[in-house]
């Protein structure tokens, strides 16, 4: 097979390397635009499992490379002047031009032609070859050449940030946090020989104009930054290599390969510094690349089944990394933390390292972590402290008089399953059998103010005596046998009402007996929607006043909270989003007036659910969709609520139309609780994919949110924090009459 590779460096030069090793008989060549010895940068960085994948592909390159790194298993972070060390990580560091020379020798060893200075534009230069590899970096002129085949698209990032070196060695992995009269700077150090570590200098867009660095050449950024951290420097200085301000680049490709061309690398794809390197990621891609090769009749066939196992291992891996980068850009919403809870959040930044990844790496970190949690939380909600180790979703919580013995939070859940809107005995078992399980709060499913506030005629409601009893049958149940709070979620349809219930066409119109809607204009749901008729002040009033009967339905019938629902494209999520607020009077267009109605609810709410009870909203913090509601506008929203009474704001996102976009993913909405809890400061509930305890205990514990809303976990698991409990060896009471289950040890089937 004849092998051109474009680009140099570590994709190209160890495909090649593999490829050789496998078949001494292909002919390799790999050119390569710079002279040898001139790279971009100081080290790269591995972790141990990337080597242990390096040490199993090519045994010979690998202990070269073990011979040139230098290794370590802390992570310092120094924070206000304080240093809080991680320890349990392993990691190495070795200077980029090393690992190039290693690599480029062994690849000359085995027979791969090398050719410097050579700058390739188009891979039709190569009509003979079997194989054409365009690893030629994040500016690759074969993926702009064939845009139209590759569809890249580029994310430039709003950080800048320089790529520094110095003579100070680093013996740990080195987060600085470093205050300025121009704002806050990060750095990223890590040592790559004896005597040099890299030095990553990154501040936003902002912070960095204000210094004057905008206007700064590559001597004057070096002696700003000598000046900046000559404590953390103590007496050493910085070097440059083509040190110039930068944006990062995230870069994405729809498709890999055409033909017998594959891109690699940089050229395909970027993941942010701050979680590694991207010569892991170039690296790893050849090693793939090289098994597909060698297990595929065709070169066809081999890259698209490379294609298909490496895209979505590396779409993981940017996923941490736009994770990871989004929280180093929006690093000055942390400043108010004590560097303990900073230390924690950083480390779990990009959510692949948790509570309990961590709690096995460094147990005593974790333990003073927990420790800080539960005095913390004990102090807030006026109990007693713990008396010995306490996970985070097991502190207290206190909202106005209400306590919370844990942070686990029963998601609204609508059933379906009502009569007229009359709770049941399906309602009874389904939250009652929850509140048994463990869980600090339990929401009913969204109960509505009116009978044409219903979303089904299979949804429950709160606006007769019946539903009161009802409700109260619940609530006494759950106070009886549980220490569980129950709270009652109050909402209006509006335009998304008299449809079907989920199982039969959710969102679809009844075949019959529909009843007219309403909303702040009228536009329909989505195609084949009953059109609602825009609401008249008289409309509003109505609405006001069945919100105010509902809150005194509650409040009689013994719930602990009530939660307003603004969310989901409902009637208040309507009036708050663009998209479906078109009205021209005092209601519509900016915020400000779009914002008045659902306050005016909030406001009436308030003066009638008594002063010792909080109140909770729940609100989408973005619409998924081009001109709808934004994160932005969310935290604004959250501040105005907070003005005027809500006590904790349920955040979720989109369902306000049926075209949008959302971006699923695991934990995909707790982005948005965390904005709003330290922009707005006010207590959050997260929501959105949660899953697991170590999870929630990350969340909690990283000041991400207060509370954490499972939803389809507590479908399949009612008793899912009991057993939480269970797993992590905390002591959690159980009701007296299931108490034999202490001396219950589950065992996993065979």
Request: glycine residues 8%; charged residues 25%.
């Amino acid at each position: 097979m004849k092998i051109v590779s474009i680009g140099g460096g570590p994709a190209g030069l160890y495909l090649a390397i593999l490829m050789k090793k496998a078949n001494p008989a292909h002919d390799i060549t790999v050119f390569e635009r710079n002279r040898p010895g001139d790279t971009f940068g100081f080290g790269v960085v591995f972790s141990d499992e990337t080597l242990g994948n390096f040490a199993e592909a090519d045994r010979e390159s690998y202990e070269a490379i073990a011979k040139a790194f230098a290794h370590w298993t802390d992570i310092d972070v120094r924070f206000k002047g304080v240093t809080v060390t991680s320890t349990g990580h392993g990691f190495s560091g070795m200077a980029r031009v090393k690992l190039l020379d290693i690599l480029a020798a062994r690849a000359a060893a085995l027979g791969v032609r090398i050719v410097h200075e050579r700058d390739v534009a188009d891979v039709t230069e190569f009509p003979d070859a079997d194989l054409v590899l365009a690893a030629d970096g994040v500016n690759s002129a074969i993926r702009a050449k064939y845009a139209d085949r590759f569809q890249p698209s580029l994310d430039w990032r709003r950080n800048k940030f320089v790529w520094l070196g110095t003579t100070r060695p680093h013996p740990a992995f080195t987060f600085h946090f470093k205050e300025h009269a121009s704002g806050l700077y990060r750095v990223h150090a890590y040592q790559y020989d004896k005597s040099h570590s890299t030095f990553i200098v990154e501040t936003t867009e902002e912070t960095w104009r204000r210094a004057g660095l905008d206007r700064a050449s590559e001597a004057e950024t070096l002696e700003f930054c000598d000046r900046l951290f000559a404590e953390e420097l103590d007496g050493h200085k910085l070097i440059a290599n083509r040190s110039i301000w930068r944006t990062f680049p995230t870069i994405r490709c729809a498709h890999w390969h055409f033909d017998n061309v594959v891109l690699m690398g940089d050229a395909v794809h970027t993941a942010h510094f701050s979680i590694g390197s991207g010569t892991k990621l170039a690296m790893e891609d050849s090693i793939e690349l090289a098994k597909a090769l060698n297990a595929h009749g065709t070169v066809r066939e081999a890259l698209a089944a490379y294609e298909a196992v490496r895209k979505p291992q590396t779409e993981s891996t940017q996923r941490a990394a736009q994770t990871s980068l989004e929280w180093f850009e929006q690093t000055e919403r942390y400043r108010g933390l004590d560097p303990l809870d900073f230390t924690f959040a950083m480390l779990t930044r990009s959510m692949r390292i948790t509570h309990t990844n961590l709690k096995l790496r460094d147990p005593k970190l974790v333990a003073k972590i927990d420790a800080r949690f539960a005095a913390n939380a004990a102090a807030q909600a006026g109990t007693e402290p713990p008396a010995g180790p306490t996970p985070p979703m097991f502190a207290p919580l206190r909202l106005r008089d209400m306590v919370l013995t844990n942070r686990i939070v029963v998601s609204p859940m609508c059933q379906y399953s009502a009569e007229d809107g009359l709770p049941n005995d399906w309602h009874l078992v389904h939250l009652g059998s929850r509140a048994l399980g463990g869980a600090g709060l339990v929401l009913t499913e969204m109960t509505d103010v009116s009978p044409e506030g219903r979303i089904t005629p299979g949804c429950a409601g709160l606006f007769t005596d019946a539903h009161e009893a009802a409700w109260r049958r619940v609530v006494e149940f759950v106070h009886a046998n549980s220490a569980a709070k129950i709270g009652v979620q109050l909402a209006h349809a509006g335009r998304k009402g008299s449809t079907r219930k989920a199982w039969e066409g959710i969102d679809d119109p009844l075949p019959a007996g529909n009843w007219p809607l309403m909303a702040p204009s009228p536009l329909p749901y989505k195609k084949g929607s009953q059109t609602p008729r825009e609401m008249t002040r008289a409309d509003m009033d109505k609405v006001k006043a069945d919100f105010v009967d509902a809150a005194r339905r509650a409040d009689r019938a013994g719930f602990d909270i009530v939660e307003i629902h603004m969310a989901h494209g409902y009637l208040l999520a309507s009036f708050l989003s663009p998209l479906t607020n078109r009205r021209g009077d005092g209601y519509g267009g900016a915020l400000e007036n779009r914002l008045r109605y659902p306050l005016e609810i909030l406001d009436a709410v308030r003066a009638v659910w008594p002063a010792a009870k909080p109140i909770a909203v729940r609100i989408s913090a973005t619409d998924w969709k081009e001109g709808g509601t934004t994160p932005e506008d969310a935290v604004e929203i959250a501040k105005a609520l907070k003005a005027h009474g809500c006590d904790i704001v349920d955040v979720s996102a989109g369902q306000t139309v049926d075209d949008d976009a959302p971006v699923y993913g695991r934990l995909f909405q707790t982005p948005f609780a965390d904005r709003i809890r330290h922009e707005a400061g006010i207590p959050t509930m997260t929501v959105g994919a949660i899953s697991t305890w170590a999870d929630a205990n990350t969340i909690l514990a990283a000041g991400r949110a207060d509370l954490c809303v499972l939803a389809r976990a507590h479908l399949f698991d009612p008793y899912w924090t009991r057993h939480a409990a269970q797993e992590q060896g905390y002591d959690l009471p159980w009701p007296p009459q299931y108490e034999s289950v202490r001396r219950f040890s589950p065992r996993p089937s065979r």
